[in-house]
T-cell receptor, first 110, second 112 residues
């Protein structure tokens, strides 16, 4: 079983839509969770950390569900510029190591 | 100033050659990493150094040898390149182990 799993998508949504992605992880002892964004042919960039109580940054909301071992990312009022691949990142059995999901591709259409 | 910089951006070479990729960070971070992103876009850790000491060495062929002359630099040398080494290699750094990662812009390696 993979450490981190994501639906690869693509999610094709119109501008202004609300879209949500989930990511499941296998190690119940994981402590650190992040969402990264990767544009085509670019490096991953930190979008937001995910905290136990959930957190929000503008149009983006991240949630952690430890019981079911998943994290989620909600994007409200989607913009064309939100089109990218969203990577879920979790630390694994070796807490010095991060595991990346394969990413969920989002296409926001006019 | 670029926080994490790696060179070259593109590297095209023949099978069997030896090549190096350099990485430098000016963030004052203690930990640096090399990740490999394959054609399926899956990012996988290769190596991690903390204060110049090797912390993580994944099951990477020993043709790959990282070197950290100081904590701001982590270079990657690859011997006897193979077709399967073609990928994008990302350098990254974090303040300490297990903290958020900052990535370089990547080196696209193509082995012909």
């Amino acid at each position: 079983r993979k450490e981190v799993e994501q639906d690869p998508g693509p999610f094709n949504v119109p501008e202004g839509a609300t879209v949500a992605f989930n990511c499941t992880y296998s190690n119940s002892a994981s402590q650190s969770f992040f969402w990264y964004r990767q544009d085509c042919r670019k490096e991953p960039k930190l979008l937001m950390s995910v905290y136990s109580s959930g957190n929000e940054d503008g149009r983006f909301t991240a949630q952690l569900n430890r019981a079911s071992q998943y994290i989620s990312l909600l994007i409200r009022d989607s913009k064309l510029s939100d089109s990218a691949t969203y990577l879920c990142v979790v630390n694994g059995r070796n807490f010095n190591k991060f595991y990346f999901g394969s990413g969920t591709k989002l296409n926001v259409k006019p | 100033d670029t926080a994490v910089s790696q060179t070259p951006k593109y590297l095209v070479t023949q099978m069997g050659n030896d090549k190096s990729i350099k990485c430098e960070q000016n963030l004052g971070h203690d930990t640096m990493y090399w990740y490999k992103q394959d054609s399926k876009k899956f990012l996988k850790i290769m190596f991690s150094y903390n204060n110049k000491e090797l912390i993580i060495n994944e099951t990477v062929p020993n043709r790959f040898s990282p070197k950290s002359p100081d904590k701001a630099h982590l270079n990657l040398h690859i011997n006897s390149l193979e077709l399967g080494d073609s990928a994008v290699y990302f350098c990254a750094s974090s303040q300490q182990l297990n903290e958020k990662l900052f990535f370089g812009s990547g080196t696209q390696l193509s082995v012909l």
